[in-house]
């Protein structure tokens, strides 16, 4: 292994593989955004290639990827009746999380499973047009494989398989668990569509899988675009786990936070009783009402830094950045975290501070640095989806209740998790703000 430093840039030679880590708001807005056609693909993964064949949206590269992430792109930045029925999905959901967290009123609880079902229901609802109970098996089964994959697919020794695939397939390890876990996704998903296909309407379309099974036929002779049944649970698959770990885990930092500082959760909920009042539930219109709510939830980003190194990128041609050179198929790592943490970007980057997005006057400043989401053309697909739901979320769970750490259990911001970091698990006690509504 040979490792090299040159300013904002460190180096690493492993067996054949060179990764570069880029920091700094400078340097990673270089790669995703100046250079962003040298940086577009994602690096070959012997263990995600067996997983996804080159399939799916997250890990693929090239023309198929560009094919898909349009399709998904298209369905998910849909303006008008799209968006409104966006909207309506997630203030459905709101209310049956709010119902299961009522059920807790009085004693601590851990609301990691509650969420992780209102985020996967979300999804859920615009792939199927399906949501499930919080304790139906079929939900349960698919949360758990796939929070067991990510978390296995971060470990070292995963990262190994993917340095000396030849050698460690000839042993046990967590990538036979990986893979394990994938083929019964892949199972579930695919019987989903096939009965989706079944009662497939041309005239009418319930959800994404209606919308994209009507491509297969039309998109036939395009066989590099690659619309088919296998491409659809591909990345289907994508959706449910880029979709519901960071949601959880940035839900979960909306609660921890709210409860260690009730100062802040106060001035919240009073512009939530201000602006929304108490007879309705929030909708997306009340963003623009809510400056300090909204400072609030991109503070809890920037302090939840949830991917530090986001998604690794790989250079599609020899390019320099910053005069340092960086070859064709380099894998090349944006730490974000150095980026949501920069000095010369925040004021008080180690603390909770929602000033950072409020300028003199209490209105809302956005920040350029404030990258949780990435940025450029490989920027998470579903960052408008994710906005909406941490506000709709977030707001209906403070204009009912208030969180705070169990009596005399003081409440950690330790965090776990390799790729995705999220807080450690936690109890939390929440008590009604209102009679009724
Ligand atoms: C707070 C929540 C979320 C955060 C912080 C987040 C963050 C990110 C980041 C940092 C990336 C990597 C971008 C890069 O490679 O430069 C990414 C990719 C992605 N995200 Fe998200 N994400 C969130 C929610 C979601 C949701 C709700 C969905 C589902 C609709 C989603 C779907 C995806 C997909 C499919 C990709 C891969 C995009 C590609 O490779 O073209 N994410 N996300």
């Not at 930045?77 to 029925?85: A, L, P, Q, S, V």
């Not at 020794?157 to 036979?176: E, I, Q, V, W």
């Not at 990258?371 to 450029?376: E, N, Q, Y």
Request: hydrophobic share 40%; charged share 25%; proline share 5%.
């Amino acid at each position: 292994m040979v490792s090299e430093i040159y300013g904002d840039i460190f180096s690493l030679r492993l067996a054949s593989q060179r990764i570069v880590l880029v920091s700094g708001y400078r340097l990673v807005k270089e790669i995703l955004v100046n250079q962003r056609h040298n940086f577009l693909d994602r690096p070959v993964s012997p263990l995600f290639n067996e997983v996804h064949q080159g399939n799916g949206i997250s890990t693929s590269s090239g023309y198929r990827w560009r094919r898909q992430r349009q399709f998904f792109e298209s369905q998910l930045k849909k303006i008008g009746e799209g968006k409104r029925k966006q909207e309506l999905i997630i203030q459905q959901e709101c209310i049956f999380l709010c119902e299961a967290i009522q059920e807790k009123k009085g004693l601590p609880f851990n609301p990691h499973s509650a969420i992780n079902s209102a985020v996967a229901n979300v999804i859920a609802s615009l792939v199927f047009g399906k949501r499930f109970d919080y304790d139906a098996t079929d939900l349960l089964n698919l949360l758990h494989l796939t929070e067991e994959a990510t978390l296995l697919a971060g470990s070292p020794l995963a990262r190994l398989y993917d340095a000396f695939p030849s050698l460690m397939k000839r042993f046990k390890g967590p990538h036979t668990k990986i893979l394990d876990n994938y083929a019964k996704l892949m199972g579930f998903l695919k019987k989903r569509i096939e009965t989706h296909k079944k009662d497939w309407d041309p005239f009418s379309h319930r959800d994404f899988a209606d919308v994209y099974i009507g491509q297969i036929d039309k998109q036939r002779k395009d066989r590099d675009a690659a619309f088919t049944v296998d491409n659809l649970a591909h990345c289907i698959l994508d959706l449910f786990e880029a979709g519901t770990g960071p949601m959880t885990s940035t839900l979960r930092w909306c609660l921890l936070l709210m409860a260690k500082h009730p100062e802040v959760q106060r001035e919240v909920q009073a512009e939530i009783d201000c602006v929304i009042g108490q007879s309705r539930w929030p909708c997306l219109v009340d963003r623009v009402s809510m400056p300090y709510t909204e400072a609030v939830l991109h503070e809890i980003q920037r302090v939840g830094n949830i991917l530090p190194l986001g998604m690794p990128h790989s250079a599609s041609r020899d390019t320099t950045v910053s005069n340092y050179f960086i070859p064709k198929g380099t894998v090349v790592v944006t730490n974000l975290a150095s980026v949501l943490n920069d000095k010369t970007e925040w004021a008080r980057p180690q603390q909770f501070y929602p000033k950072h997005f409020l300028d003199d006057q209490g209105h809302f400043r956005n920040r350029e640095a404030f990258l949780p989401f990435s940025a450029g053309k490989r920027a998470c697909l579903g960052e408008n989806l994710a906005r909406m739901e941490i506000f709709l979320f977030f707001t209906s769970l403070l204009q009912r209740f208030t969180f705070s750490a169990p009596h005399g259990v003081p409440l950690s911001i330790e965090v776990h998790g390799s790729l995705v970091l999220s807080p450690k698990p936690f109890h939390i006690c929440v008590s009604h703000r209102h009679a009724k509504h």
